[in-house]
């Protein structure tokens, strides 16, 4: 009799537990899927804020940012969405076009951005200079501008990231077009010969890179620090390009249509928290948007850093991204 009592009341307490967990609010954020995977912050970010919100955190995961912005495009104001987090200042424009984001209304002062920020739409969450990754223990003397690398028929071979799929291939698009200008598509095709493949997402080149299919990957100048601080490996190297480089800010966004939208607000502000920030340099790789109160880790102190920093407004890149596409995809499809 005791047994059974005491079997009921387990139950009983169970079925609380269960209830209460249910009865919690759920945020669903959606994000790029190496954001909330094994190796990314998402798990962090999700900890931290729940700790602080009593309530649920629920990644809903893409391929990259190109590939949020198509579901977006898709779901419309039937979007499950309460924040978007992932979406690439390059697709900022095209993003707001789609009518699904509501202004954040934060204060987006002191930011360690290399440039000004004052979207009310948008919220930086942290940022960095697109770059060919290479071993320098393979290739000791790498390209010093892009245009060595694009020119030189015996250069390197590189495995490069779709524009129309990945933030890196649009980022490389657009860096293309920065320095040849109307050139860009005769540039393609005399970079053609060396480039390995054309990958979906950024994991999938990197990955390809590592196994040696090619010379160089298009990356990050912060991505050697993962090498360094993760794998105590010195090798792995960002080139440095005499003309600049093209950078990436990544954003987040609320939508006019959150089913939570209280919590939606505070996630936003609680992106530009200490708690947020001091989470992305090793979790994301990437340099903060607002610099930590720790300050940045050690492998990331001495990365080398490009002299000039090239972008085109948003804007600029929704007017011309098809055009430029168009010019990529006829130069390399050749």
Same mark, same amino acid.
């Given at each position: 009799?005791?047994?059974?009592?005491?079997?009921?009341?387990?139950?009983?307490?169970?079925?609380?537990?269960?209830?209460?967990?249910?009865?919690?609010?759920?945020?669903?954020?959606?994000?790029?899927?190496?954001?909330?995977?094994?190796? *990314?912050?998402?798990? $962090?970010? &999700?900890?931290? @804020?729940?700790?602080?919100?009593?309530?649920?955190?629920?990644?809903? =995961?893409?391929?990259?940012?190109?590939?949020?912005?198509?579901?977006?495009?898709?779901?419309?104001?039937? =979007?499950?969405?309460?924040?978007?987090?992932?979406?690439?200042?390059?697709?900022?424009?095209?993003?707001?076009?789609?009518?699904? /984001?509501?202004?954040?209304?934060?204060?987006?002062? !002191?930011?360690?951005?290399?440039?000004?920020?004052?979207?009310?739409?948008?919220?930086?969450?942290?940022?960095?200079?697109?770059? @060919?990754?290479?071993?320098?223990? &393979?290739?000791?003397?790498?390209?010093?501008?892009?245009?060595?690398?694009?020119?030189?028929?015996?250069?390197?071979?590189?495995?490069?990231?779709?524009?129309?799929?990945?933030?890196?291939?649009? *980022?490389?698009?657009?860096?293309?077009?920065?320095?040849? *200008?109307? !050139?860009?598509?005769? +540039?393609?095709?005399?970079?053609?010969?060396?480039?390995?493949?054309?990958?979906?997402?950024?994991?999938?080149?990197?990955?390809? /890179?590592?196994? *040696?299919?090619?010379?160089?990957?298009?990356?990050?100048?912060?991505?050697?620090?993962?090498?360094?601080?993760?794998?105590?490996?010195?090798?792995?190297?960002?080139?440095? /390009?005499?003309?600049?480089?093209?950078?990436?800010?990544?954003?987040?966004?609320? =939508?006019? =249509? +959150?089913?939570?939208?209280?919590?939606?607000?505070?996630?936003?502000? /609680?992106?530009?928290?200490?708690?947020?920030?001091?989470?992305?340099?090793?979790?994301?790789?990437?340099?903060?948007?607002?610099?930590?109160?720790?300050?940045?880790?050690?492998?990331?102190?001495?990365?080398?850093?490009?002299?000039?920093?090239?972008?085109?407004?948003?804007?600029?890149?929704?007017?011309?991204?098809?055009?430029?596409?168009? $010019?990529?995809?006829?130069?390399?499809?050749?």
């Amino acid at each position: 009799m005791l047994r059974r009592l005491l079997l009921t009341l387990a139950s009983l307490c169970l079925a609380a537990n269960a209830a209460f967990a249910q009865s919690k609010p759920v945020l669903t954020v959606y994000t790029y899927g190496s954001f909330a995977g094994k190796y *990314g912050p998402g798990k $962090t970010v &999700k900890e931290r @804020f729940e700790a602080s919100c009593d309530c649920t955190l629920d990644w809903v =995961t893409a391929e990259d940012a190109g590939s949020l912005v198509g579901r977006l495009r898709l779901e419309g104001t039937d =979007t499950k969405a309460d924040v978007v987090l992932g979406l690439d200042v390059n697709l900022a424009a095209e993003a707001k076009a789609l009518n699904v /984001f509501a202004p954040h209304g934060l204060d987006v002062k !002191d930011l360690s951005l290399p440039i000004a920020w004052n979207d009310d739409t948008f919220v930086p969450f942290d940022w960095g200079y697109y770059a @060919f990754v290479y071993d320098a223990d &393979k290739l000791p003397d790498p390209p010093k501008s892009l245009k060595e690398l694009v020119e030189n028929p015996n250069g390197p071979k590189v495995v490069l990231q779709d524009p129309r799929t990945s933030a890196p291939g649009l *980022g490389l698009l657009l860096w293309m077009q920065k320095v040849y *200008g109307n !050139d860009a598509g005769k +540039a393609w095709m005399q970079l053609k010969p060396r480039i390995v493949t054309f990958t979906k997402g950024w994991s999938e080149a990197y990955g390809l /890179f590592l196994k *040696g299919e090619a010379d160089m990957v298009m990356s990050y100048t912060t991505s050697p620090a993962y090498h360094i601080a993760v794998e105590k490996k010195n090798n792995y190297k960002a080139a440095i /390009f005499a003309e600049g480089h093209y950078m990436q800010v990544e954003i987040a966004g609320m =939508t006019r =249509t +959150a089913k939570q939208p209280e919590l939606a607000k505070k996630f936003m502000a /609680f992106v530009l928290s200490d708690a947020f920030q001091s989470a992305m340099p090793e979790g994301n790789w990437m340099m903060p948007a607002k610099a930590p109160v720790a300050g940045l880790p050690d492998a990331f102190k001495d990365l080398p850093q490009p002299q000039k920093a090239l972008l085109f407004t948003p804007e600029e890149v929704r007017q011309n991204r098809r055009a430029f596409t168009d $010019t990529w995809l006829n130069a390399t499809a050749r």
